[in-house]
Every structure is written in structure tokens, then in C-alpha cells.
């Protein structure tokens, strides 16, 4: 599945996203407080080549709580809330906290959280329309950003995928399916308790 990287062949040139399909995001952002999504992730090398397809669940709570269960190839999880991030893997019994600051500040679960004002820190611009979903790029106007650009794919409006260019010359690829966006989600969802034997390393 390589439906990213076929538009960005197809489409080569980038026009400037008009208010109305700005507020299509901002619609979307604004109503979608609590998401539950299944999510396929997939990671590219240099020459476009899948390295890593992932799947799992993701979860998110305005403001700034979220969470990835990674199910597959690896048992990982993500979760965020009041300004950390926990990096959980299971296989090698570790947890690694972080506090979000300007270094992992542009994670693509924060850009849905309501937290971030997306015009102030990204030019934002129509990078494709294929069918009924619409591809806007949000590139960073602070130049130490850990990512070149950052795609958000919305179909009739809704969440369909990203696709994440870094510094380091990776590009993720992550379609949504079975998006829904429920009154409520368990609070638990965003509470990371590690597991007895875990090692804990925070920085």
C-alpha cells in the first residue's frame, strides 16, 4: 500500500489550501475531541521501499492525550498526557518518558489534539484532492522542527491517514480505518502504569 507516495508523484505541484478546505481540518479538529481508530503504519527507506508495516489502535483525548497500541510485529505502546510521553516496548522491557518540548513537539497525534494552533506554527497547503479525500501539507515554519512536512489525509471530512517526512530521511506512512469519534473514552486509556521489571529511563 503505497497510496502516499503515488500521489506525491501524480501530483507534483502544491497550491496554497483556501479557507474552505482549512476549515474542513478545522471542523474535524474541533469536533473530534474524543477518536478511536485501527491504524496500519507503514515505514519507507530512501528508495521508497517498505521497511515495516505495524498495526494497532489509536486513541485520542482533547486536549493532548493520547494513545498508540502497537499489536503487530511488536507490542509497543505511546501514550501522552499533561505534557509527557511514554515509550513503552514490551519485548525489551524498557519505558522511555519524555517531555514534549520543541524535539518531539510535532508528534501527529498533537496536531488532532486541539492544542496546537496549526496556521501559527505550519503553512498549510493543498497537496492533493484524489476522490472524495483531500491532502493538505503542513510544513514548519521553525526550521529546527523535527520533520520537513506532514501530510493529513481527510475523507468527507474525516480522518483517513499522514504521512510524516523527518530529518533523518524517513517517511511514515499511517491510513485510519474504523474511525469513530465517541461522547466518551475510559480515562485509563492515557494512564501508563510499566510493568513490573520494566526499566524505567526519563530525560
Known amino acids: 500500500m ?6 506525491c508523484l501524480l501530483f507534483s505541484g502544491f497550491i496554497y489550501a483556501d479557507s474552505a478546505q482549512l476549515q474542513v481540518l478545522e471542523r474535524f479538529i474541533a469536533r473530534a475531541h474524543n477518536i478511536q481508530a485501527d491504524f496500519t503504519q507503514i515505514s519507507l527507506d530512501e528508495l521508497g521501499q517498505a521497511k515495516q508495516t505495524s498495526t494497532g489502535v489509536f486513541y485520542l483525548q482533547q486536549p493532548g492525550k493520547f494513545r498508540w497500541n502497537y499489536k503487530q510485529p511488536y507490542a509497543q505502546q505511546i501514550v501522552s498526557k499533561e505534557g509527557k510521553v511514554w515509550f513503552y516496548d514490551a519485548d525489551l522491557e524498557q519505558v522511555i518518558i519524555k517531555k514534549i518540548d520543541s524535539s518531539i513537539g510535532d508528534t501527529p497525534a498533537l496536531l488532532l489534539s486541539g492544542s496546537v494552533k496549526l496556521a501559527e506554527k505550519y503553512t498549510i497547503t493543498q497537496h492533493a484532492q484524489d476522490g472524495d ?32 517526512s523527518d530529518n533523518f530521511g524517513q517517511l511514515t506512512q499511517i491510513i485510519f480505518s474504523n474511525v469513530t469519534t465517541p461522547e466518551t473514552l475510559d480515562a485509563s486509556l492515557f494512564e501508563f502504569v510499566a510493568p513490573e521489571g520494566t526499566d524505567v529511563f526519563e530525560g
Do not use: C, Q
Open 2 to 7: 503505497r497510496i502516499l507516495t503515488l500521489l
Open 133 to 164: 479525500v483531500l491532502w493538505l501539507k503542513l510544513t514548519p515554519k521553525n526550521t529546527e522542527s523535527s520533520f520537513k512536512y506532514i501530510l493529513i489525509g481527510l475523507k468527507k471530512g474525516v480522518l483517513y491517514g499522514m504521512e510524516l
